[in-house]
């Protein structure tokens, strides 16, 4: 079974930072796109941000364009997502999710991604 696992979530003090990791167990993600969503609580899955197989191209919601940064290290088999200038707007269970179409994971089309990991939670609050 092929499984991401989320970490780097917790409590965080408004204008606080977080960086979030998504790590692969028994596949490569270097062949995939990785895709960031989030849900908060009462609200529908939100897309937050995507990254190329080879991370060149990158894409954000407008929501949290010029805070958060993706990036990738193929070598240590993990994709990141740094939060910055956090809000409490932004505490959600933060998912990664994998799939081979970075065009669908750019487009936030969250029914296209294969893999999903459990997700983990970020709060902000003071």
């Known amino acids: 079974q092929l499984q991401l696992v989320e970490s780097g979530g917790g409590l965080v003090r408004p204008g606080g930072s977080l960086r979030l990791s998504c790590a692969a167990s028994r596949f490569t993600l270097g062949g995939y796109a990785i895709g960031w969503f989030r849900q908060a609580p009462g609200k529908e899955r939100e897309w937050v941000s995507c990254?190329?197989?080879?991370?060149?191209?990158?894409n954000y919601a407008d929501s949290v364009k010029g805070r958060f940064t993706i990036s990738r290290d193929n070598a240590r088999n993990t994709v990141y997502l740094e939060m910055n200038s956090l809000k409490p707007e932004d505490t959600a269970v933060y998912y990664c999710a994998a799939t081979r179409s970075y065009y669908y994971c750019s487009g936030g089309v969250h029914t296209a991604m294969d893999y999903w990991g459990k997700g983990t939670l970020v709060t902000v609050s003071s």
């Open positions: 990254i190329s197989t080879s991370g060149v191209s990158t």
